[in-house]
């Protein structure tokens, strides 16, 4: 089983600021089969970025994930209020599919 | 757009087996999708359960193998899942998704709470 850790746990930040999230692979991710969500109570998952750096249908250009390997990256370029919000990795190139531990993103 | 619900008693007692159905709205679930269950347990993260396709192939958690079974209804356009000898630890959010081999969940249900007690 592939384990993802997510760094840093909760990342503090104003809204206009650039978000950098990271996620680690305990192994080599298969065909780069990485994707983002961001969670917030009381609503659906949403779906950002899947193949490590292709965004999903109407996510904007702001979402942008990027890595290979073990080491994958999603960049929010400038916060928007919108956007504090939970965010999980999950790599689906390996069976069993699995999430890593999530990151808060917080206004600071 | 494919629209998901999830549907099911809010409250199991331990040792009992949880039940849910997922009906899919204003799409096929005989199109070329898997469809799959994620739970999210209070405060934690997010986990895989299991996933069908409409010909009946089925992925599991390895973990929760020995206690789960996904089935589908393609007359009804839903699919399901039960998960046996629950304890407090299976207490979660249960959403249900569709996903593709290449592309992971998209689509989900509002997710349903789930509560194991006595």
């Known amino acids: 089983e592939i384990v993802l850790t997510q760094s840093p746990g909760t990342l503090s930040l104003s809204p206009g600021e650039r978000a950098t999230l990271s996620c680690r692979a305990s192994q080599s991710v298969g065909s780069n089969y990485l994707a983002w969500y961001q969670l917030k109570r009381g609503q659906t998952p949403r779906f950002l970025i899947y193949g490590a750096s292709s965004r999903a249908t109407g996510i904007p250009d702001r979402f942008s994930g990027s890595g290979s390997g073990t080491d994958f990256t999603l960049t929010i370029s400038r916060l928007e209020p919108e956007d504090f919000a939970m965010y999980y990795c999950l790599q689906y190139g390996g069976s069993p599919w699995t999430f890593g531990q999530g990151t808060k993103v917080e206004i600071q | 757009q494919v629209q998901l619900r999830e549907s099911g008693p809010g409250l199991v007692k331990p040792s009992e087996t949880l039940s849910l159905t997922c009906t899919v709205s204003?799409?096929?679930?005989?199109?070329?999708?898997?469809w799959g269950w994620v739970r999210q347990p209070p405060g934690r993260g997010l986990e895989w359960v299991a996933s069908?396709?409409?010909?009946?192939?089925?992925y599991y958690m390895p973990s929760l193998k020995s206690r789960l079974t996904i089935s589908v209804d393609t007359s009804k356009n839903q699919f399901s899942v039960k998960l046996s000898s629950v304890s407090a630890a299976d207490t979660a959010t249960y959403y249900c998704?569709?996903?593709?081999?290449?592309?992971?969940?998209?689509?989900w249900g509002q997710g349903i709470l789930v509560t194991v007690s006595s």
């Open positions: 998704a569709r996903h593709r081999i290449a592309v992971p969940f998209d689509y």
């Open positions: 204003d799409y096929s679930i005989k199109s070329d999708y898997y």
């Open positions: 069908i396709y409409h010909t009946g192939s089925t």
